[in-house]
Nanobody, 124 residues
Framework: QVQLVESGGGSVQPGGSLRLSCIAS????????VGWFRQAPGKEREGVSC????????YVMASVKGRFTIFRDNAKNAVYLQMSSLKPEDTAVYYC?????????????????WGQGTQVTVSS
């Protein structure tokens, strides 16, 4: 069964850290670009970060640059989003998808369906 599952969300105080996981089953994730998105209540979904398919180039949106890092662990068939110095405005449901393409300064998505996502709440 082909599946992509997000996990690792939770509730943290401002300044805290979380590592989100995007784990694939039924296919090899390293053959795909992978993107992370988030959607806050009442807001549009936005692309947060992406890692390219072939050369490992990463894209990070401006508002999280220097705080979020995307990386792969091919042995675990996973892509992670390490989030540090979290702010209340990072509160959202976070999703991952392979229906993306990216370079260092651009990020495109053509996602047809979304998973359940993982909730991140940053609050004091």
């Amino acid at each position: 069964q082909v599946q992509l599952v997000e996990s690792g969300g939770g509730s943290v105080q401002p300044g805290g850290s979380l590592r989100l996981s995007c784990i694939a089953s039924g296919f090899t994730l390293e053959h795909y670009a992978v993107g992370w998105f988030r959607q806050a209540p009442g807001k549009e979904r936005e692309g947060v970060s992406c890692i390219s398919k072939t050369d490992g180039i990463t894209y990070v949106m401006a508002s999280v640059k220097g705080r979020f890092t995307i990386f792969r662990d091919n042995a675990k068939n996973a892509v992670y989003l390490q989030m540090s110095s979290l702010k209340p405005e990072d509160t959202a449901v976070y999703y991952c998808s392979t229906e993306v393409a990216c370079g260092s300064t651009w990020f495109s998505e053509f996602v047809k369906s979304w998973g359940q996502g993982t909730q991140v709440t940053v609050s004091s």
